[in-house]
Each structure stands twice: as structure tokens, then as C-alpha cells.
């Protein structure tokens, strides 16, 4: 019989606390999370934008005791997987919560869910509650009284009205049919409380819809929304490193791009042909690339297909100008 002697007591007591206190030693140490490129089961280590996020996220619970937060992202920059983990953690580490997941499509709740459930599945023995019930809509932890449900807006009118909810995630929210529907009636359903937790995360669709109208209020600290807005280029891989690709000249529209945003050679040559990918001619700077990978809030919503009536460069630069009384 293996004897458990106090300091090695002591040392997992203070490991235990210590992912407890640290979400990112948690993930770090206890999530498994499938990798973008092998599909193989790998610890989730956390990107710079899930840091910021992250950092946001917690700055604002200081503040209020809660989370009511819009994030306006960029693709693969692994929001949704951040949030899959944060809301695992809480719902599988307290008593009475309930998590709801809310997507555009089917599919995308199921992913969602999924990545959920795996989370669950790979977690060290220690910290994985037993699973009362487990199906392809709901997760239960009958000994903590805490659960997760999902649901998908193209099929549920008014999604999680009948039933409190503290962590809610809604995904792809600015592609939600019925979005003004579904928003209040979710917000309806979580207590203005301390502890519950609101993330609303999506790509731009366009100036208009419920995300995008919320966006506007939050930016203009109207509502109990922060808006958090994260730029493709704080993704550490999207580079191509000198060597690795065709050489090329960057046209003027290009250089000056990437002025404006600090971006470096291997940057510029990752959205060079990114953007040809996504059906932009050579160092011409689609709409589409803008608006899957956008710079700014003002990229990210606009209006499909058309060239921005003031480009986002002439708004950053009348941010950045200081006026004098004599002007």
C-alpha cells in the first residue's frame, strides 16, 4: 500500500488550488482539444488572442462580478474553443450551473457540443464530475445539479427562454435567423447576477442585425456589453516565412496595409495569398478577405461584396489626429 506522505499531500493541495485559480494552467494541464491540422488529441495551450480575450473577460468580472461580452473575430482564431473550456471548467466545478450553447446551424452546435464533450471524456479522473445523462443535446452532472443544453436558431424560436441559464455561448450570432428573437430571449433567461456569464462571438456579416446593432451600443458603452474586437494578425501562425513560398513584390495597396497595422514581411506574404485564396486578385485586398480576417470593426462589417464607402484607413487615421484650437 502506497503510503501518501504530507508534503506530497501538501504539493497536490497546492497544484490543485493552483488550476483552480489559473485557467490557463487548467487548460494547459487538463483539456484536451483537437489540433487544427492533425485532427490528433493535443493539450490546449492558449494562442495570443485567446490570452487577450481571456484577460478582458476576467478585467470586466473584477469590475462587475459578471461577464456580458460581444466578441468580433476573425476565422480559426479558436474563440469558440477558449469559451468550449472556460464554460467546461465552471459547469463542471459548481454547484446548480447551467450552460447553454446557441449556433446558426446544426452542425455548428453539434461541434460545439462536441468539442464539449470531449473535453469531458479526455479530463483527468480527478476533475471529471460523473455524468448522469449524456446524449446528442444534453450533458448532465447530477451530483453537482449542473448541466449543459444547446440549441440552434434556424430551428428554436426564442432559444432557452423557459429555463434559467448562467453560462450562456452563442456562436456565429451575426448569421442567427430570428436573432432579435433568440438575444432577448436568452438575456431574459440569465439572471443579472453575479457569477453568470454571457459570450456572444462572431464573424461580420454586414452593417445590419442584432449583432451588429449590439456591437454599435457596446462600443458606445450603452449597454452591459463590452465589445472586443481581435485582428487576424494577432494570430502567431498566419505567416508565411521567407523561403517557404514564391517570392513576390507587394504592391503599394499592400505596403501601405500593412503600415497601417505594424505587420511584417512574413505577415504580408501570409495575407497575400490568403486573400487570392478567398478570391481576391493579387495585391488587391478583397472585400471578402477584409471581412474574414479584418483589421478593424469597420472591415469586419462591411457591406458584402462592395468597397467600403470611407476606407478604414482614412477612419484610422482621423482617429489618430489631433486637433489644434487654430484648426
Not at 32 to 39: P, Y
Amino acid at each position: 500500500m502506497e503510503i501518501i506522505t504530507p508534503e506530497a499531500l501538501k504539493q497536490y493541495r497546492d497544484a490543485d488550488q493552483a488550476l483552480m485559480r489559473d485557467d490557463e494552467l487548467y487548460c494547459r494541464n487538463l483539456v484536451k482539444i483537437k489540433a487544427k491540422d492533425s485532427g490528433v488529441l493535443m493539450r490546449f495551450t492558449w494562442n495570443n488572442a485567446q490570452r487577450r480575450l481571456h484577460g478582458l473577460l476576467e478585467e470586466q468580472k473584477r469590475r462587475t462580478g459578471k461577464v456580458r461580452a460581444l466578441i468580433l473575430k476573425y476565422r480559426q482564431g479558436g474563440i469558440s474553443t477558449y469559451t468550449a473550456a472556460r464554460f467546461y471548467k465552471r459547469t463542471s466545478m459548481q454547484f446548480g450551473k447551467k450552460t447553454y450553447i446557441l449556433t446558426h446551424e446544426d452542425k455548428a452546435t453539434q461541434n460545439l457540443f462536441g468539442m464539449a464533450k470531449r473535453i469531458h471524456e479526455n479530463m483527468a479522473a480527478d476533475y471529471r464530475p460523473i455524468d448522469t445523462a449524456k446524449n446528442a443535446n444534453s450533458l448532465v452532472f447530477g451530483e453537482l445539479d449542473s448541466e449543459y443544453a444547446i440549441g440552434t436558431a434556424q430551428n428554436t424560436t426564442g432559444g432557452g427562454r423557459s429555463s434559467t441559464i448562467h453560462l450562456f455561448h452563442g456562436s456565429e450570432v451575426a448569421f442567427w435567423a430570428q436573432a432579435s428573437t433568440h438575444f432577448s430571449g436568452v438575456m431574459q433567461a440569465v439572471p443579472d447576477a453575479a457569477g453568470t456569464e454571457v459570450i456572444l462571438e462572431s464573424t461580420g456579416n454586414g452593417p445590419q442585425g442584432e449583432f451588429y446593432n449590439q456591437w454599435v451600443m457596446a462600443e458606445a458603452h450603452k449597454s452591459d456589453f463590452i465589445a472586443i474586437f481581435l485582428p487576424w494578425f494577432i494570430q502567431a501562425e498566419y505567416r508565411k516565412v521567407p523561403g517557404n513560398y514564391e517570392p513576390f513584390e507587394p504592391t503599394h495597396e499592400e505596403l501601405e496595409y500593412a503600415a497601417m497595422w505594424g505587420l511584417d514581411e512574413a505577415q504580408i506574404a501570409w495575407m497575400h495569398y490568403k486573400n487570392i485564396e478567398l478570391g481576391g486578385r493579387p495585391g488587391e485586398i478583397g472585400w471578402l478577405f477584409r471581412q474574414e480576417y479584418p483589421a478593424s470593426s469597420q472591415e469586419a462589417f462591411q457591406a458584402g461584396g462592395d468597397s467600403p464607402f470611407i476606407l478604414p484607413k482614412y477612419i484610422m487615421d482621423a482617429r489618430k489626429r489631433k486637433f489644434t484650437d487654430e484648426e
